[in-house]
């Protein structure tokens, strides 16, 4: 079915999850319309790796995330819980009965987002009970949908989004998304938040087996799977979750690749003590345990700190954000996300889950961090060199992992993508016989350009990198951010997306193992071991007993151990 593709399955836990993996799933989705519309050739990514075939009940071949998505009752506004691509009920009605028919409309708890209301129209047409969607690669499902010349841009405001599926622009299979009933996303009553309430719901039968039977469903179709990447929560009871369900893969999938990715929104509130509390608590509890059932573990986040103690969220000098709106923040994560894992979605010479973690996780350091640049700062006409040699060293790289910056420590390890730079740019054009400004400008190709830059910055480092023409996509209903250039005398209109038409940005992303996570992770045991539990009890009560605080501060000193050297700075 995927023509030889490496497939993974992806997991979405959590709220926080749901929005990253919604810009996730819609630049992926953009990525898709430029291979299907004719306007590129089959790109450098393959999309099987995520995308699965099917069918609907009218016998329309479809292209869906190969996903599960597990969210808390309350989450989907007018989203329906099985999807809208595969069934209509008009149509299903008017088949099994032939007599009249009285329709009886209920008001909608929650009304459609206008921007997905504007995005239904541009996006497919109904023709005779059947909703068309766009065409699949390789010129599988129905012909593309012509839209209308120069369509109006689909902008979401931040005030028109309250949750993750008012911008979702994907269409999801029906066994995608699970809720959890006992729970509710909003109010103050009956919520997820604490580790052991996370856990507990995969002690339940009837989540376990409903887990269980749409990993069957997905796997079971799969003729090279990979492995599975989950995006969980990390601040809440999913992480909890998470740990049960990365522990089932574990078991059940030995030898497959886990690649966990632990998410926490922004800055947290100093006036909510309870709230940062269970948040710490949550987060540590998490990051251990998926470590145990991980190939390794990336916390992302746009905070400044994992702890207790504020700290201002992560700058990024070409971007400008706000930090309290999830919108923006998990835009911004979901784009380094789609940069980072791009080894094992390569159409050729792929790196998989399983080679990544052994190149990044080694002797234990299944803990990693993120860096990004987010635009990088190359410009068309531009040598890549020029670029390089312009931007420095790794210290303009923006940590994502809320673990501190790790300027001046020790990298053991890395995989660096860079993507969104042409092919024409990727080594010097200086005439023959003019001196070279760098070594970086003998390279005769754009890979040993980065592999030179990455071997200067970080000598005696294993480096993974790769190159790719092709950018990431930041079509609406990606935020409208601010971005203005590093290189002003270059770009005096402040801009680095190529052009409105374009809609896509260069991006350099990193996934590094650094000595900075035994400061990171010792930090969080102090933290832990000067709280006093005894005034959190509801924590305890939630299914976490003082003895498994006690283990849990062992486990998380021998992580922190792993990371720990003599001398800690860079060679």
């Known amino acids: 079915m995927a023509g030889g593709a490496r497939e993974v399955l992806t997991l979405q836990l959590g709220h926080f999850a749901g929005f990253v993996g919604a810009h996730w799933w819609n630049q992926q989705d953009a990525a898709l319309s430029r291979t299907t519309d004719g306007t590129e050739r089959p790109g450098e990514l393959c999309p099987d790796v995520l995308y699965r075939t099917g069918r609907t009940l009218h016998g329309q071949e479809t292209y869906t995330p190969r996903l599960i998505l597990m969210d808390l009752k309350g989450s989907l506004s007018s989203l329906k819980e099985e999807g809208g691509l595969y069934r209509d009920n008009q149509l299903d009605a008017a088949i099994a009965w032939q007599g009249k028919l009285t329709t009886h409309k209920e008001e909608e708890v929650y009304p459609k987002n206008p921007y997905l209301q504007d995005f239904r129209s541009a996006e497919g047409v109904l023709s005779n009970g059947v909703w068309r969607v766009k065409s699949i690669p390789n010129g599988k499902g129905p012909p593309p949908v012509t ?139 998490g990051l251990v345990h998926l470590t145990a059932h991980s190939s390794f573990v990336c916390p992302l986040s746009l905070r400044g700190s994992l702890g207790l103690q504020p700290q201002p969220p992560v700058n990024f000098p070409s971007l400008h954000y706000d930090a309290s709106l999830p919108l923006h923040c998990s835009a911004i ?56 040699v312009q931007l420095g060293g790794t210290s303009q790289w923006t940590p994502l992992s809320a673990c501190g910056d790790p300027s001046g420590t020790r990298c053991f390890a890395q995989s660096v993508v860079l993507r969104g730079v042409d092919k024409a740019s990727h080594t010097s054009q200086l005439p023959p016989g003019t001196p070279l400004p760098s070594p970086l400008h003998a390279c005769t190709t754009g890979e040993e350009v980065l592999a030179q830059y990455l071997q200067e910055q970080q000598p005696r480092v294993l480096s993974s990198s790769h190159l790719l023409l092709a950018p990431c ?99």
């Open 147 to 285: 839209s209308a010349p120069n369509p109006k841009p689909l902008i979401p405001t931040a005030g028109s989004i309250r949750v993750w599926s008012d911008f979702l622009r994907v269409h999801l299979h029906p066994r995608s998304i699970c809720l959890i009933q006992k729970y509710n996303h909003d109010g103050e009553t009956e919520r997820l938040e604490a580790f052991g309430q996370g856990e507990s719901i995969l002690k339940e039968p009837r989540y376990l087996e409903e887990l269980e039977d749409r990993l069957h469903f997905y796997v079971e179709e799969c003729d090279y799977l990979q492995g599975f990447q989950i995006l969980c929560d990390l601040h809440d009871g999913f992480s909890g979750l998470g740990t049960k369900a990365a522990e089932l893969l574990q078991d059940e999938y030995s030898g497959r690749g886990v690649v966990t990715w632990g998410l926490l929104p922004g800055p947290c509130n100093p006036g909510e003590p309870q709230k940062n509390i269970y948040r710490l608590l949550n987060t540590v509890f």
């Open 333 to 388: 994560l979901a784009t380094a996300l789609d940069t980072v894992t791009v080894p094992y979605r390569l159409r050729s010479s792929p790196v998989s889950m399983s080679r990544l973690a052994d190149v990044l996780a080694s002797s234990g350091k299944k803990v990693v961090t993120a860096e990004a640049i987010v635009p990088f700062p190359w410009l068309p006409g531009q040598s890549l060199p020029d670029t390089l």
């Open 473 to 571: 996509r930041v079509a609406p209903p990606y935020p409208h951010f601010s971005w203005s250039s590093c290189q002003q005398e270059h770009d005096p209109l402040g801009t680095l997306v190529s052009s409105t038409a374009e809609q896509s940005i260069p991006v350099l992303g990193a996934l590094r193992s650094t000595s900075s996570l035994h400061q990171t992770l010792g930090g969080l045991a102090k933290e832990l071991t000067q709280l006093d539990l005894r005034r959190w009890a509801s924590f305890l009560d939630a299914g976490v007993e003082q003895d498994d605080v006690e283990e849990l501060l062992q486990e998380l000193h021998s992580l922190a151990q792993c990371y720990w050297e003599s001398g800690s700075l860079t060679d």
